[in-house]
Nanobody, 122 residues
Framework: QVQLVESGGGLVQAGGSLRLSCVAS????????MAWFRQAPGKEREFVAA????????SYADSVKGRFTISRDNAKNTVYLQMNSLKPEDTAAYYC???????????????WGQGTQVTVSS
């Protein structure tokens, strides 16, 4: 079992930045690929970014490429999502997830956090 707890969400103006954190506890963090997904009201959960167990490989949704950066610190059991140049359409609940492989589909991930809300005002 892995428990994931996100933090760092909030209200920010368009063009601003936020950094989300997700701390894992339980089994060895470095065994898992990590990802961020988001879900806006009335929409399906969508992939944002993922990185491999070592953090050496990353993947991004086209909508956030060049603005968001995923990183991880295995010594701190933490994965981060640095979000810059935020847009109103980035407004959503953001979830971190842990799984066996780096992927862009929610079904590939076994463990999920409770989510943190990001609201971007225009």
């Amino acid at each position: 079992q892995v428990q994931l707890v996100e933090s760092g969400g909030g209200l920010v103006q368009a063009g601003g930045s936020l950094r989300l954190s997700c701390v894992a506890s339980g089994r060895t963090f470095a065994l898992y690929a990590m990802a961020w997904f988001r879900q806006a009201p009335g929409k399906e959960r969508e992939f944002v970014a993922a990185n491999s167990r070592s953090g050496g490989s990353t993947s991004y949704a086209d909508s956030v490429k060049g603005r968001f950066t995923i990183s991880r610190d295995n010594a701190k059991n933490t994965v981060y999502l640095q979000m810059n140049s935020l847009k109103p359409e980035d407004t959503a609940a953001y979830y971190c997830a842990a799984g066996g492989v780096m992927a862009a589909t929610p079904t590939a991930f076994l463990y999920w956090g409770q989510g943190t809300q990001v609201t971007v005002s225009s």
